[in-house]
């Protein structure tokens, strides 16, 4: 698991990267979108090491790898093929769903064998939660915003105010589950 707390240990400097440059393009009223594509890359890829790392001994693992090739793939298709400076909501949405999804496994995985007895305690189990929270909430968002936005603009702004307080959720789980890594990893299961 050593591996999967370097991938999230990344993922978050990651984010906090993007979110500085994002604002600061913002503020110089120059497009941040090209952004996002890359964010979404890199935040499902390391991800996906995280799980693969809790799922080694599973099936489901096996596939991670061929999932991740194969949303790469997808969402750079979907940029290239994207008009310019156009912001599609559909590898945002698709993320989502891939990451509930093996979300969900790591919940099955628990349920199914309790060999955790003090879940409370276990860093996964919070980082998974805070995925759920935050992806279950924001896939419904990312495939509405386009038609969101052409309802109403100040209604588009609310919706994305309701964005901002799931990553702050998000940052809150990211934040229990560092804080409950054990200082000395040793996982005999």
């Known amino acids: 698991m050593d591996q999967a707390w370097r991938s999230l240990a990344l993922l978050i400097f990651f984010d906090f990267l993007v979110e500085a440059i994002g604002h600061i393009l913002y503020f110089l009223k120059i497009s941040n979108h090209f952004l996002w594509p890359i964010f979404i890359l890199i935040e499902f890829t390391l991800l996906a090491r995280i799980y693969k790392s809790e799922f080694k001994k599973m099936a489901v693992s096996r596939f991670i790898p061929i999932v991740t090739l194969l949303f790469i793939a997808y969402v750079i298709a979907d940029w290239l093929m994207a008009p310019n400076d156009d912001l599609s909501a559909l590898p945002h949405f698709t993320e989502g769903v891939l990451i509930l999804l093996l979300v969900l496994c790591y919940y099955y995985k628990n349920l199914s064998s309790f060999i955790e ?14 995925l759920f929270i935050y992806f279950s909430a924001n896939s419904v968002i990312f495939i509405f915003s386009n038609y969101i936005q052409m309802l109403s603009l100040n209604f588009f702004n609310l919706i994305w105010f309701t964005h901002s307080i799931f990553n702050i959720l998000l940052y809150i789980f990211y934040t229990l589950t560092v804080c409950l890594i054990p200082k000395k990893l040793n996982y005999n299961i």
């Not at 007895?117 to 805070?130: A, H, I």
């Open 117 to 130: 007895t003090q879940l409370e305690r276990q860093p996964m189990f919070w980082l998974s939660t805070g």
